[in-house]
């Protein structure tokens, strides 16, 4: 059964740092691409973060750009998003997505929620 | 970046209504377009992908055509369980993958 279990979430002040990581199981983490996603408490779902099964190829969305970092560790099958300078519009419940063979996400992790605020 | 705009924003429908959402492309996108249902408290869930093929294990009340630029998502059949928040996903082009705004169905 494929899993994937992200943790790190928390209260941070703003300006802070945070690391969330995604733990995957039951599938071949090294072949699959894999994203972070967000939701603001009561708005839609936005993309955050990209990156390829060998973490080659990485993008990043304009709202995040220069301040986040996605990384993976094949080997531990897990994949993780640094969050440096954050802002209280970085509030969210942070999903990993795994990226299908058809292209879109097919599985999904149960979140972690950031809370900025001072 | 490709938009998606979807509507309606929300919906209101009672059990055993046909209720169909849209979504459209500001470009062509092919078929590379995926559908979620989302419940409050959630992570999304893919009900379609690849615009019309139906996932596996989910409820063939379900259904979704298109190509291009416009998709829709058609619940033939409202159940009860079907009252949640539905989104479309664009993949054709990115970065961004962008989503649409979503439409949140709720009951009559």
């Known amino acids: 059964e494929v899993q994937l279990v992200e943790s790190g979430g928390g209260l941070v002040q703003p300006g802070g740092s945070l690391r969330l990581s995604c733990a995957a199981s039951?599938?071949?983490?090294?072949?699959?691409?894999m994203n972070w996603v967000r939701q603001a408490p009561g708005k839609g779902l936005e993309w955050v973060s990209y990156?390829?099964?060998?973490?080659?190829?990485?993008y990043y969305a304009d709202s995040v750009k220069g301040r986040f970092t996605i990384s993976r560790d094949n080997a531990k099958n897990s994949l993780y998003l640094q969050m440096n300078s954050l802002r209280a519009e970085d509030t969210a419940v942070y999903y990993c997505?795994?990226?299908?063979?058809?292209?879109?996400?097919?599985?999904w992790g149960q979140g972690t929620l950031v809370t900025v605020s001072s | 970046d490709i938009q998606m705009t979807q509507s309606p924003s929300s919906l209101s429908a009672s059990v055993g209504d046909r209720v169909t959402i849209t979504c459209r492309a500001s470009?062509?996108?092919?078929?590379?377009l995926g559908w979620y249902q989302q419940k409050p408290g959630k992570a999304p869930k893919r009900l379609i992908y690849?615009?019309?093929s139906l996932q596996s294990g989910v409820p063939s009340r379900f259904s979704g055509s298109g190509s291009g630029t416009e998709f829709t998502l058609t619940i033939s059949s409202l159940q009860p369980e079907d009252f949640a928040t539905y989104y479309c996903?664009?993949?054709?082009?990115?970065?961004?993958?962008?989503f649409g705004q979503g439409t949140k169905l709720e009951i009559k």
């Open positions: 997505a795994r990226v299908s063979s058809y292209g879109s996400f097919d599985y």
């Open positions: 039951g599938f071949t983490f090294s072949s699959y691409e």
């Open positions: 990156i390829s099964s060998s973490g080659s190829t990485i």
């Open positions: 470009q062509g996108i092919r078929n590379d």
């Open positions: 690849a615009a019309s």
């Open positions: 996903l664009q993949h054709n082009s990115y970065p961004p993958y962008t």
